[in-house]
């Protein structure tokens, strides 16, 4: 139940909530928990109230009363759309929009408890913010758009065209994932080619829970999920989309202080600071700059030993080397030296994939050293061997292995060189010679077996 005061409105939905007039004209999802038709109501009621303050509001509480004061929801048009996103399995979604508001429908469910849900956003939550839940085809999108802004009284008002930005999201594959906890209890992340997923599972229920943010409220709203993730792991969403989220700056934020954030939250691009439209908050000197830039490095190249997530390193060290440090690969190494076994397995496949591809070699076999522990980091180093004929530190462990007193070592790596015959080379699919590459000989220290050892050792490093 909501009731007006002279001062904005007062709810009681099991405790009292008290609204300034710019509260709900800044506030995402204002009067959550009302239905639909009482906020629209209340939204529309509230204009002369704002009118009163109009000198003392925000700009963004100025285009809110803008947006209220101009749509007239009678005038929209009744729209449903059926369509379906696709995991593994295919979902089901349909969507209405009529005159009290957006209702999202989860047939399948893919993001609800039970079949059929459905879920209410608010006219300007959508103008302002975008989709609450997938709408992953753009003409449909810019369908609704194009429906609420025909139910303008004045079409070029401020607000009619400060609606979120409409465009194709990537195609192809999911973008970058992450995952913190273990087998017991873990909270995850997953971009999919429509909007972000969020979730947590435990060895006791399995899914906890599993969310949704679309990209347009990634970008939109510096108050939600970008404001809960790491730098890394948002920088890594943004540079999938190809686009920047908009910032949270402080309250009384000075200009020095604003540039900072831009400078190092664009991770020292300052071109990127101007394409995503914010140059005219952006006033730094070179000295500024440079000092700002040795701050980075310094946070950028201590997070390599903090952060555990591929995609999230491969955005820190991309950063570092873009700006100006020369031995990005040493930092990593360096990193790999403290870090846990599935941070040191992360910080190997970037150097292997996009830095140093030797050096990348060296710290993945490094993590023989917790074989003891766990079988499976040996059977993940030498399954990763399978695909790196061409390194010359991979071939000089084969090598080392087949010499060796290990015989587990021993085997795999003649397992490797079976791998790279199947791959296609000729001289590893010489069953004879694979044959005689036998323990048994081995640790006999047959002649034959020597001879044997020599050819394959010649075989590998040529």
Known sequence: MIQFTENGIRQE??????????????????????PLAVRNEAMKALIPLAEEL???????????????????????AEQKFMYTTKVTNTYEWELTINPEGLFYKDVSPEYSQVPGKVHEQLFSDFWFFGPLLPIPDLQV?????????????????????????????????DGPSWEEGDHNAMDFGIVRIYGIEMGAT??????????????EQFLTRPDGLGAKLSPGFKAAIENYLGRRAKRQQAPGASDNEISKQLFMESGGNVHNIGRDGFMEEYKATAAEEAAWRAELIEKYTQRLGEEDNETVL????????????????????????????KAQQAIAELLIKKFDAEKGAEVLIDLLKYEAEESYW?????????????????QHFVVQCLRGDNEIHFKKAVDVLAFWGMQGEKAFQDVTLLRALNWEDASAANSAFNETLDKAIQLIKN
């Open 141 to 173: 999108r810019k369908q609704l758009v194009a429906n609420i802004r025909n139910a303008f009284a004045q079409v070029g008002s401020p607000a009619s065209y400060k609606h979120f930005e409409l465009f194709e999201y990537p195609m192809g594959l």
């Open 378 to 394: 040996r059977n993940y180093v030498f399954n990763r061997l399978f695909r790196m004929r061409d390194n010359v530190t991979v």
């Open 202 to 215: 435990n060895w006791r229920e399995g899914l906890v829970y599993l969310s949704y943010t679309s990209f």
């Open 314 to 341: 491969a955005s820190l060290a991309e950063t570092l080397a873009y700006n100006g440090v020369k031995n990005v690969s040493e930092r990593c190494c360096e990193a790999a030296k403290t870090a846990t076994p």
């Open 54 to 76: 109009y000198g003392e509001l925000s700009e963004t509480a100025l285009l809110r009363y803008d947006f209220w004061k101009q749509l007239l929801p009678r005038r929209i």
């Open 13 to 34: 939905l099991g405790t009292t909530k008290k609204w300034s007039v710019a509260e709900l004209l800044e506030a995402y999802e204002p009067l959550s928990g009302e």
